[in-house]
């Protein structure tokens, strides 16, 4: 099966084209739950998804099909419908200041969390976090470290929002995804998966190089301003904290998050 593929002289879909008007509808949360489908920006993330089967349709300025000849081409081989569009309806559709010009229609990507937790030894748990792009950027992370998925718990961000898609930069596409507002129902599952649960707390007793890291570990991070809340913290295995050996008070979620998984990661592939 291959896809559509706009004709030479064909006239580009305008920011009025039905089919435009409904995915820049998306970038809405109550309208990706809604439709089971959000946007995925730029090229990173349009080639990640594109290799994950997850996109409906690829719209693009004559610009960047110039200058993405392959990618557009193997979307269309692919089965995928490419749609012209104009500037002004690429700028509708985009949440950047300087848009690419390519963006995709692709359906969520979370699932269940049995599904993602089965068989898990590395699990990243972020629970309240409020800053998409913080919630794309330990994405990142987790995908680069090897991490077996990521669980979105509380209130914690869309991580089909758009900010959060493009700071993950493809990520988005490789590591398991779930989402559970039930934090409680979220720490069950990771203790039936027999996973050891260490939250990430600045003012915990236990500092991260006195851990050893010999089974599967979940780790868990919390609110940007609040970190995590008591009842969270009483219910993990252990809270431990990163040492500061300089004068910063602290580190941001992403840099905790980075130094947290890597830890385990690196301890993992050590003893392999």
């Known amino acids: ?12 879909f305008t920011e009025r084209t039905p ?30 998804a594109l290799a ?9 300025t004559e610009r960047a099909a110039a200058a993405h000849a392959k990618l557009v081409s193997a979307a269309a081989d692919s089965g995928v419908a490419v749609s012209l569009i104009t500037d002004r309806a690429a700028d509708g559709l985009s949440e950047t200041v300087t848009p690419q010009g390519i963006v995709a229609v692709c359906a969520l990507v979370d699932r ?13 748990v972020l629970v309240d976090v409020a800053e998409p792009g913080n919630a794309g950027t330990v994405m990142r992370v987790a995908d680069a470290a090897g991490a077996d998925a990521v669980i979105l718990a509380g209130d914690t961000v869309d991580p089909h929002n758009g900010k959060s898609v493009r700071a993950a930069a493809g990520s988005t596409f490789h590591v398991p995804l779930a989402r559970e507002r039930d934090t409680s129902a979220v720490l069950s599952a990771l203790r039936e998966a027999g996973l050891r649960t260490l939250a990430a707390h600045g003012y915990a007793s236990l500092s991260l190089d006195e851990v050893t890291f010999d089974e599967p570990t979940a780790w868990i991070f919390g609110n940007e301003a609040h970190g995590l809340s008591e009842t969270v913290l ?16 602290s580190l941001n979620l992403a840099t905790a998050a980075a130094v947290c998984v890597y830890t385990s990661a690196m301890a993992a592939h050590r003893a392999r």
């Open 112 to 124: 269940p969390l049995a599904t993602v937790l089965a068989g898990a030894r590395l699990v990243v």
């Open 234 to 249: 009483s219910a993990a295995d252990e809270a431990v904290r990163i040492p500061l050996y300089g004068k910063a008070e």
């Open 19 to 48: 089919r435009v008007v409904a995915a820049r509808k998306l970038t809405r949360r109550a309208e990706r739950d809604k439709t089971g489908r959000f946007l995925a920006e730029g090229v990173n993330a349009v080639e990640a």
């Open 1 to 12: 099966m291959t896809g559509s593929f706009p004709r030479p002289g064909a006239d580009p």
């Open 52 to 60: 994950s089967g997850t996109v409906y349709e690829l719209f693009v």
